[in-house]
């Protein structure tokens, strides 16, 4: 049988002790061990053999020699084994005539021999009592020197000799608290096997001993048990009382026979008192240990922290200081006298900067002991610069009444916050100067709030006008748009768009267009009065008007009332004798607000209709239809189309001849594109020009007329020498003459192609013509280059003839429509005579457009104009018909309209 000590934590399931029981101890603990009164049985043993050697009875031999194997095999049967055995010696020694009395004589002896069984279990529970008396005395000595364990070992050693020899005991912690545990187990038993935490867990939950005798024969018992020969068992749960915020230890003690044992009531008892002695000493070992663990941990945490620790008892016989303290004092750590610690504080405080206020502080603590001191601090700047914190407060250590000194190098955060107070005086005079700031800051406040205002009042309205801008117009139609859908009611808007404004401000300048606007603006506000009625500036020269709940005749009456509005404003610009008539254009569109409609639709119906306006000649108002939207789907289409046309080069150039009214002689041609389009065959110019200007797309246009204008002039000239004379009149559209790098580019294209500058001529219409520096300079640039320079469609714009010096020009063409009116109208006759005569002063040839008819031709001949095209000599040709027309005479044609074979065409486009 063997003794050993675990402890049991969470993470392991024992970890076992470095040191067993010494081998008394275990000797003690063995099951054969006597009883303490066995001594005095075998003397008795002895004394009775010698009585039978002496008196020559020779029976007590073999008795004798019985009883000492009793008390060897079996001490606790030897007391009334040797009264039964004596008595029947004697019974042997009795003669046959005193039967009676012998027979009488036995029984007393058997009465004897039982009254010595039981005198024999009263002595051992006295002996229990006596030891039960002796461990309790030993647990409640406080001065006692032996050590949980011994204790502990001496338990079970009377528990052993109490369970009889052949029991085993195993006593077990079964939850996951630490405690102390003691295994006594055979030899021949595992511990694992037995220390199964089944029958513990149900003990502890019944909180009671349970007694299993014939244990195999148990519902669920355990096969290990039953495996290792065990007859009887008893469990004895050990349940501490409940500590201050957590339970105590829960386990239990396992006694196991090998034989069949009889629990009487007094062994159970036996055992209650002994589970409750064990009871106490586990948990007041497992107290002691987690005191010993708590006490090295605060030793550790003492012996790493930074802040010093000193303790001096209020005896002045012992104190103590921790390593951070000695460092402070230059002392060695550990135990050391209060004398040695007065002394070194006294040196140090000698050399703090604050000695007078330390001593008058010092004095002070002496003569109040229980007075606590807070951060104390003592300043040093010799030889190091350094600040400790001291502070003081009353204690007990081990029941031993002190003080407590704690030592706190704050030495970074002393000079910190002197750093602070000398900051203090700066932060004061910044907080006035804040304060200031803050004064003017409300000031600028109050300032920014007016500027908020005045920039809502300019983020809301025109800042020339004065009326709502384009931002707020959106916002109101949007709420006007929803709240007509509510009631389905009708929503007109009007647009509105000065005509010829920009000619106007132009002429002016543009402080005289802002006056304009101002007017046009005040005018159309007189008109549009009633609540709900909006007017805004849409644009530039745009203005918007929105009418909530207005159907089409009331959109048109307030049209036609805007429109009278500013024609009595009477505009007319201070610096000019002539009155300046400004009109207007006007788009209106209404609609009924609906779901599948937006406020974006309205706009650009009534964008639509002002278009058509303008296209109308301006000065006037147009409803939107469905059929102005058919035409501009139209003329997308032409548009997508024509885009489409510029990157597969649809377009074919036709010549008209540009022929001498002297003589008939043919002195060049000019250049008329035609599109050629895949569906729709030749498509007219009159359709597609005016979408490429509004698009932008007659500028790449004309370099390609020009170019191809160029090459088919190079190759006529190379085939016909003759016609070296021969010039190409080409149109420049405005876009072109505004664009960088354009007379580089002519250069470059007549260099590539090879004519001669002086062979073509620039046609330019006059609506292109403005008086600026950068035109003028321009047109200088061509005119030197060599170019001739022509105005066409002279008579239909709006240029001064005063300015007509100004420009470079060569030659003026007159418009169709002068030469259509010259023979029907007297006065379309005076206009044409007169712009010859103007050219002629002026040393500038003309040209006269669509002459159809021979009066018309005799008129001009009349007239002196020099030059003239039309169908009357030939309609435009392509290339292949204007080369036959070259190649009929080896000399320069010339035409006669009444025999020449080609002037048969019919007159028009």
Known sequence: MFVQLTRFTPFTRFTRFTQFFQPEQAEQLSPDRLPRFA??????ILVLLLLGWLLRWTPV?????TLVMVGILRPVLIVPISILGIT???????????????????VALAGVALAGVELGKFLRQVEWQFALQSMQLQLADEQATGTPEMVLSHTLSLLMTLVDADAAIALRQVDEVT?????????????????SPQLFAEAIALNRCLYYQNYPHQPGAIRSLIAAGTKTLAVLPLQPRVTEGAEGLCGGILIIWSRNVTLTPDLKRCLESLRGELRMLLQFQDTTWRLERTTIRLGAILETIPQGVIFVDDQGEQSWLNPSAAQHLDL??????????ALAMAKLRANADNQEALCAQAAQLFQEPAMEIRNWQWVFTQPERKVLSISITATRIRNVPGRLWVIDDITDRYWLQQALLDRSQELSQANENLHEAAIQQSLLYQQLRIANAELEKLATTDGLTQIANRRIFDTVLEQEWKRLMRSQSPLSVILIDVDFFKRYNDTYGHQAGDECLKKIARAVASV???????????GGEEF???LPATNVPGAVQVAEQIRQAVEEVNLEHRSSTVREIVTLSQGIATIIPRLDTTPDELIAAADEA?????????DRYVVFDRKMHDRSLAIMQVEKDLRLAIEREEFCLHYQPIVSLINGEIVGFEALVRWNHPQRGLVSPAEFIPIAEETGLIASMSWWIFQAACCQLREWQLRFPYYRSLTMSINLSGQQLEQLGMVERLDRILQEVGVEASSIKLEITETSLKETPALVTTLHQLKAMGFQLAIDDFGTGYSSLSRLHQFPIDTLKIDRSFINQMSRDPKGLAIVEAIVILAQHTHITTISEGIETIAQLEQLQTLNCEFGQGYLFSKPLDSNAAYTLLAQNVTPTRLNCISAPFCQGSPGG
Do not use: H, M, N
């Open 39 to 44: 001594p005095r049985v075998f003397e008795s």
């Open 61 to 65: 031999w073999p008795v004798a020699l």
């Open 88 to 106: 029947l010696v004697a019974l042997l020694d009795v003669p046959p005539g005193q039967g009676v009395f012998a027979y009488s004589y036995g």
């Open 179 to 195: 405690a102390e545990a003691v295994v006594c187990l055979p030899p021949t038993v595992l511990a694992d096997r037995l220390t």
């Open 332 to 341: 060695q750590p550990g135990e050391v006298k209060p004398l040695e610690i």
């Open 528 to 538: 549009v009065k009633r609540q709900g009625d909006l007017v805004a500036r849409y």
């Open 544 to 546: 918007v008007v929105v």
């Open 610 to 618: 002002l278009y058509y306006a303008k296209s109308r000649g301006r």
